[in-house]
């Protein structure tokens, strides 16, 4: 069983940004595609971010080219995603997510999800 869990939520100012992280323990980290999400009040739970085992294939949510960032560590069974340029419609619950088949993550090959943190951009 593989645990996901996330941090560094909170409330910011648009135009400012915000550091999220992601812990796993279980399985080995390395073996895991992992992918940001996130869900909005009354909407689907949308992709925003996914990278690859070794990072090397990184694909973006458009809505969020440009402005975030993923990145992993497998040495400390993390993954990040910093956020930057924030706008009030980036306010939503970030779930952190792996996969242990999939190349990425996607919403339907993940196997695993995290608790969620909130994220709230006031304008």
């Known amino acids: 069983q593989v645990q996901l869990v996330e941090s560094g939520g909170g409330l910011v100012q648009a135009g400012g940004f915000l550091r999220l992280s992601c812990a796993a323990s279980g399985r080995t980290f390395s073996s895991y595609a992992m992918g940001w999400f996130r869900q909005a009040p009354g909407k689907e739970r949308d992709f925003v971010a996914t990278i690859s085992t070794n990072g090397g294939s990184i694909y973006y949510a458009d809505s969020v080219k440009g402005r975030f960032t993923i990145s992993r560590d497998n040495a400390k069974n993390t993954v990040y995603l910093q956020m930057n340029s924030l706008k009030p419609e980036d306010t939503a619950v970030y779930y952190c997510?792996?996969?242990?088949?999939?190349?990425?993550?996607?919403?339907?090959?993940?196997?695993?999800w995290g608790q969620g943190t909130q994220v709230t951009v006031s304008s």
């Open positions: 997510a792996a996969s242990i088949t999939g190349r990425t993550v996607t919403r339907n090959n993940a196997n695993y």
